[in-house]
């Protein structure tokens, strides 16, 4: 799960538009070196992954644009803006 641009990958080139998916083929697949457990209670896990799910779902792709350094003044958004929400 997660965002990017849909133009040119980095900021070397024109950014296009934010478009989140599940998978992407930009996104990483290495193995994390550092994991940090999430504090919930385990019944909740469930609830907890459907909420990020649907929560991507509801995400309109292709409609803010993006920025690979946002300023306030630049009407862009990267990833971590859509992380941020």
Known sequence: MGA???????CGGLGGFVHAALNRLADRNEWATSIERLQYPPILEDLLIQ????????FTNDVVPYACFPY????GYNSNSYTAG
């Open 51 to 58: 909420r990020l799910l649907d929560t991507q779902n509801h």
């Open 72 to 75: 306030p003044e630049s009407n």
């Open 4 to 10: 990017g641009p849909t133009g040119a990958l980095g």
